[in-house]
């Protein structure tokens, strides 16, 4: 996969980017990331991007020109860009289902922005889909790209061995993780669980399950009523005594 990112802030995306997994799959070849200078595309001499807002109001507004300037210097023309995600606060939140759907693309174009926003224009005009992270405020839209980016990443064929597919699936469910331990046996006086020794899969599978449960309802109750296992709501199973 071929992810573009339009930016102010090129050289952030050096770093964190060679990093561990999406280094490797780089290496590879399974994913390229190409950070663009928004600059690059602005035409005056002193290169500018932002302007104040019409209307009024605090902070400035990135000019629709350099996007749409970028765009077709990328592509050729409007029509021919890959699929197109804005990222802002003002955004979808972002969640593992539209991860798997990014995920399937076969290029990605990303937009990011200030905090106080973009031209509507280039939402009109060019954006197939705007997306946050979270509930809270970000300077720009750079590191939200890069956690977009790594969440698609890991999922491209080839990029994971089956270990971690595990883990995915027991979020699909709607559930967080059980807890993990591995040596030494005792630490400081904190003991891994014995059931976790025994050899007992059916055991071991059963502990692991409600401890996720009690997880999800302890600090996720917005997941916990919306999973869908086979007690969830509106699940075939018949409903769990502790509903
Ligand atoms: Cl995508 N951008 C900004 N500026 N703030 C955010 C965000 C994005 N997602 C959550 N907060």
Redesign the pocket.
Known sequence: MRIDVLTLFPEWFAGPLDASLLGRARDRGLVSVEPHDLRDWATDRHRTVDEPPYGGGAGMVLKPEPFFAAVEGLYGAVEARPRTIV???R?RLLDQALVAGFARERALLLLC???EGIDERVHEGLAHDE???????????E???AVLIEAVTRLLPGVMGNEESASDESFAEGLLEYPQYTRPLELRGMRVPEVLRSGDHGAVARWRRERAEARTRAVRPDLWAIRDGPDAPDGDGPASPRD
């Open positions: 990222l802002t606060p955004g922005g200030r905090y997306v946050s992270i979270g509930d809270y405020v970000l300077a720009g839209g590191v939200a790209a």
